[in-house]
């Protein structure tokens, strides 16, 4: 039985950088978005409840589907199984990704 894959995507959301893990991510029919889907939180296996994983977990309840920014994401990664999502407060200098000049004015 073939293992399902599972993706680790980390980007940026107000001014904090966010650590999710999803089962499917593909570009969205939205241009300019990676679509997000099957997004996974590991259970919960300690008494010690992590800010963070809450924050993220109440963000996305009830979320089926995420549109997030091509200019957001930081990376993604496929991995042999989920870890712990994280947001941390984004610290130094990060460029967005490069977009094409908009030229102004408008086509008759």
Do not use: C
Request: no cysteine; hydrophobic share 40%; proline share 6%.
């Amino acid at each position: 039985m073939p293992v399902k894959a599972m993706y680790r995507v980390i980007f940026h959301q107000q001014g904090e950088v966010w650590e999710l893990y999803a089962r499917e991510i593909y570009q969205s029919e939205l241009w300019g978005f990676l679509e997000v889907e099957g997004i996974v939180f590991g259970e919960a296996s300690s008494v010690v409840v992590d800010p963070a994983v809450e924050k993220l977990r109440k963000a996305f309840e009830g979320v089926q589907r995420s549109y997030i920014p091509l200019n957001m994401v930081v990376r993604i990664d496929e991995v042999e199984r989920e870890g712990e999502a994280r947001a941390v407060k984004a610290t130094g200098n990060v460029s967005p990704f490069p977009t094409p000049p908009h030229w102004g004015g408008r086509e008759d």
